[in-house]
């Protein structure tokens, strides 16, 4: 059982450029959600996904960023026209469910700087 | 809405030594999970423990454990015998598990980091 993989572990991007980070969940999770790290801060929540389904996307901010969990392959978390204030880690969690007694995964971050 | 406190950015212990580390939150409601994470350097999210609000009993997990105060909303992580392993970013969070409210998703404090001195 692999994890959670999140690619790519860094990213540069120079301003106005597009980001795409991606997430591919443990096998049997369902559920995957993104957290964004600014430096000395912690995770803060940005969405939750189901397959094909946004459930909560209240930490989003409302230009710009975009997330997707398609029926087949990883979720993606896509940036927009990037800014220097988007430079952090990303972070992926997935779980099986949201049910009392389950735990999250968490993958390696993605760290992306924007110069 | 729920918010996590921690209060002290870094602590410092020798090792073998014990520490903990404080974390406060709040909340209106009754039912809900409270965690610690470790990050080391290497960024990867480790879970520490964790703790359900319904059960009285303090979690423990080998060499941590916590003092879960629920009237006071408090949750401290105590680590015991300090290896030079436990240096990392601590992180305390709070999960709602109240009907709608259960997205299931995390509300991490601010993190505490942690130096273990040799």
């Known amino acids: 059982n692999a994890g959670v993989m999140q690619n790519p572990r860094h990213l540069v991007r120079r301003r106005g450029q597009e980001a795409r980070l991606r997430c591919s969940p443990m096998?049997?999770?369902?559920?995957v959600y993104w957290y964004r790290q600014l430096p000395e801060e912690g995770l803060k929540f940005m969405v939750y996904l189901q397959k094909e389904n946004i459930i909560d996307e209240s930490g989003m901010p409302k230009e710009r960023f975009s997330a997707e969990f398609p029926k087949e392959g990883p979720s993606i978390l896509r940036i927009q026209q990037v800014v220097r204030g988007d430079s952090a880690a990303y972070f992926c969690?997935?779980?099986?469910?949201?049910?009392?007694?389950?735990?999250?995964?968490f993958g390696s971050g993605t760290r992306l700087t924007v110069v | 809405a729920q918010t996590v406190t921690q209060s002290q950015p870094e602590m410092s212990v020798q090792e073998a030594e014990t520490v903990t580390l404080s974390c406060t939150y709040d909340?209106?409601?009754?039912?809900?999970?409270l965690f610690w994470y470790k990050q080391p350097p290497s960024r990867q999210m480790i879970l520490v423990i964790r703790q359900e609000a319904y059960k009285q009993q303090n979690a423990t997990e080998n060499r941590f454990s916590v003092n879960f105060q629920k009237a006071a909303k408090s949750f401290s992580l105590k680590i015991s015998d300090s290896q030079l392993g436990d240096a990392a970013m601590y992180f305390c969070a709070y999960r709602s598990q109240n009907g709608a409210s259960n997205t299931g998703k995390l509300i991490f404090g601010q993190g505490t980091t942690l130096q273990v001195k040799p």
């Open positions: 969690a997935s779980s099986p469910s949201t049910g009392r007694g389950y735990g999250y995964t």
């Open positions: 909340t209106s409601e009754s039912d809900y999970y």
């Open positions: 096998k049997g999770h369902s559920h």
